[in-house]
């Protein structure tokens, strides 16, 4: 025996070097624009939306070694963000129970810049129907995957986005 | 037609990341790993302290101060409620607020009692948190639960936020109150002794957060059950008066308050008093949640409550006499790691007094504490997310029925056995029993031939027919007997009160309680054979 291997018959034979694995840096390099732009548009807030991206990295950064074999790392990504965003909202709130934590930070659509339709129009929503109508409108996920993300139905989903979409392309009418 | 993907890409280039994410990535994990040695190592630190804190009490016990509770409750101790998650994975940093459940004392699986389904929007069924019970409480006759509820987070619509009640035979639920601007919640329930008022905490635009001194403030009411006749408390000098507490008299309320960013617990006669201020030593661990113990000789507090929720912790428990003195450190809490959402719960007494219930913090756990040696007995049972509460039972009632439970590791010799929770180590009208095999002993005790059974198990008289009274009973985890090889305590209940075969007469008998485990591979049979006393209820 000479310790080499053999393909078994019919199977592809890989001739090539084993793929380098995946870099943290580099799926940082390549994600971080996209999520943060995604997350600013549900918080409405860039220093939160810095917040939540650095939340979710280090998140996957921690588990790098079984992330980076995920088939999609991305969808992963923004699952986690999402995650971090409803519970930083979540926590919030509730943190302020017994009155020794953090008030529900106001919500930051309220003082953003107006000069953007899209800003305004998710200035009148709900962070649920922010973040469906961006995960659905912007990152390009079914309503179905979506709903996972936010741990919602995918009937919910569909009804958050659809409100959210008939304001923005109210506020789209107006503009014009 | 517009294309939504061409409008949010726009929007997005004026949402470009700022420069240096990825260095701030990197000081941030080091930061969190040096955080997690640290942590570890004040963890070691304040065990070791606990530990050398026990030796030294030990030690020396004349020295420490111990509150004796009145031997005379009014009531005895009905079931736990706490605020639960349908999810049993913390992992992800997922749980429930919406959803009440009530336990056994001693633990086992817990059952619902209230799920408010999220009523704004019925398609959110997981970790929705919609809207979340923010306290409950019992009232003294056991019969009622009181909560409130609150929708946390910006946008919300606080549609259903106010304070409710359940009456639990019939679910009928009572909303009493609405908490519209400037309210933003109402919170710290509180039931009166006599059942004739409900004290509560408003919040008024930020409430009482820090840093918000100037802006937002909060206030106590108080309403009779029915939601009529509310009646802002009056506190005098203090301001900002959240926690309430009413002793057991009804004549005072203890409650904390801020002033300016420090905290101080109060208690103040309803005469019209000024409120008088208690551990006000101790503003840098801010003192809150005060409550009254049921013999009025106690009131039992928390410190140190992380202002971060991702924290969750350290957290200490104390008692002191209402006058503040005889102040004892009565047990340390610490850590649950980040992804928490609530800090430590409680205090709440137990109706008989004789312990004290807390809650660790979302996803941590149910624990009892004495009153007298701080120790500390873990329900076990589902884990909490939020409030909790602690059903009392009038003595005398017809629901005062002295239920027996008892809990034990079948794997471990040195067991003990818990009645409702408490270590059974005094006066028992039971004996010890062994099982076959000789290796387990146990007592067990029967006030009131009142058993309870498991899933699974059948129960037999010495000298009658088997009894079959293998009810489908909600406790026990028998189901979990073969899962793991860590057993948690097994929880029996039996309800022999009315099983046919039950003798009538007073006298001394045996149960022969084979617990079978159906899911063991080989199918185990574990056989006990428990002497029971029968007991005449009183009045019979």
């Known amino acids: 025996m000479d310790g080499s291997l053999r393909a078994l018959p019919g199977a592809e034979v890989e001739t090539d070097v084993a793929e380098e694995p995946r870099r943290f840096e580099d799926f940082f390099g390549s994600e971080h624009a996209r999520l943060f732009g995604a997350i600013s548009l549900v918080t409405g807030d860039r220093h939160e939306a810095e917040e939540i991206m650095q939340d979710a990295f280090l998140r996957l950064w921690e588990r790098w070694d079984r992330v980076r074999e995920l088939d999609d790392p991305s969808s992963y990504l923004f699952r986690t963000a999402m995650n971090v965003f409803r519970n930083r909202y979540r926590r919030a709130a509730l943190g302020v129970r ?7 930070s106001e919500d930051a659509f309220a003082t953003v ?64 | 037609m517009i294309d939504d993907r061409d409008l949010f890409e726009r929007s997005v280039q004026r949402f470009a990341p700022a420069d240096g994410s990825f260095e701030r990535l990197v000081t941030r994990r080091d930061r969190k790993q040096r955080n ?10 304040l065990l070791a302290l606990v530990v050398i804190g026990a030796a030294l009490r030990a030690i020396d016990v004349s020295r420490s101060t111990p509150v004796a509770p009145s031997p005379a409750p009014t009531a005895s101790n009905g079931d736990i409620s706490f605020v639960g998650s349908n999810l049993v994975d913390f992992s992800d940093d997922l749980s429930d607020f919406g959803i009440l459940f009530v336990v056994n004392p001693a633990g086992g699986k817990p059952r619902k009692l209230l799920d408010t389904e999220c009523p704004s929007d019925p398609d959110l069924t997981r970790s929705c948190g919609h809207v979340v019970i923010g306290s409950v409480d019992w009232s ?39 908490c519209m601007d400037p309210c933003v919640r109402q919170d710290d329930i509180d039931w009166s002794p006599d059942g004739s008022r409900i004290a509560f905490a408003q919040w008024d635009r930020e409430g009482c957060t820090p840093g918000t001194y100037d802006i937002g403030s909060c206030s106590i009411y108080t309403m009779k059950p029915d939601g009529s006749d509310l009646v802002q408390l009056p506190t005098g000098s203090v301001v900002d008066p959240v926690d309430p507490s009413w002793s057991p008299d009804g004549s005072s309320i203890a409650f904390s308050a801020r002033v300016g960013e420090d905290w101080f ?23 809150t ?4 113990s049921p013999d009025g000789a106690t009131i039992a507090f928390l410190t140190g409550q992380d202002p971060d929720p991702n924290n969750g912790g350290p957290f200490a428990l104390w008692s002191m006499r209402p006058d503040g003195s005889e102040r004892r450190r009565l047990y340390d809490g610490c850590c649950l790691s980040g992804g928490r959402a609530l800090g430590a719960q409680g205090p709440v007494w137990s109706p008989d007094g004789n312990q004290i219930l807390i809650m660790q913090g979302t996803g941590g756990a149910l624990q009892l504490i004495d009153p007298v040696s701080g120790e500390a007995f873990e ?11 602690w059903q009392p039972v009038p003595l ?52 009131d031939r009142r058993i309870r059974v498991p899933t699974g198990a059948s129960v037999s008289i010495e000298g009658a027919d088997v009894l079959d009274v293998n009810a489908d009973v909600a406790h026990g985890w028998i189901d979990t007997c073969c899962e793991t090889s860590t057993l948690p305590r097994h929880l029996f209940e039996f309800d022999l009160a009315n099983a046919p075969s039950m003798p009538s007469d007073p006298g001394n008998y045996y149960v022969d309680i084979r617990w079978t485990c159906a899911t063991c591979d080989p199918e185990t049979v574990i056989p006990f054979l428990f002497p029971v006393q029968v007991v005449a209820p009183e009045g019979r």
């Open chain 1, 98 to 104: 017994k009155t020794l934590s953090l008030a529900p």
């Open chain 2, 265 to 287: 617990v109060y208690t103040m006669a309803l005469d019209g008093s000024e409120p008088l201020r208690l551990a006000a030593d101790l503003p840098s661990i801010p003192p």
């Open chain 2, 140 to 178: 003294p006759d056991g019969t009622r639960i009181a909560y409130t509820l609150f929708e946390p987070g910006p946008g919300r619509s606080g549609e259903d936020d106010g304070v409710y009640v359940m009456e639990i035979e019939t679910e009928r639920i009572r909303r009493l109150t609405s």
């Open chain 2, 396 to 447: 005398g009632s017809s629901s005062d029925r002295g239920a027996l439970t008892f809990s034990f590791d079948p794997y471990d010799v040195n067991q003990m056995v818990y009645l409702n929770g408490v270590p059974v180590t005094g006066e028992m009208h039971g004996g010890q029993a062994t099982d076959q095999n000789g290796l387990h002993s146990f007592y067990i005790f029967a006030p």
């Open chain 2, 379 to 389: 329900i076990p049972t589902r884990k909490p997310t939020g409030a909790v509460a």
């Open chain 2, 289 to 292: 949640q005060p409550a009254w």
């Open chain 1, 113 to 176: 810049e107006d000069r953007d339709v899209v800003v305004r129009a998710l200035r009148g929503l709900t962070p649920d129907q922010r973040a469906a109508v961006v995960l659905t409108g912007y990152v390009g996920l079914t309503s179905e995957e979506a709903g996972k993300m936010l741990g919602m139905r995918a009937n919910t989903v569909r009804t958050l986005a659809t409100r959210a979409r008939a304001a923005i392309r109210e506020k789209a009418g107006e503009r014009t």
């Open chain 2, 36 to 45: 997690k040695r640290i942590s570890a190592g004040v963890v070691a630190l």
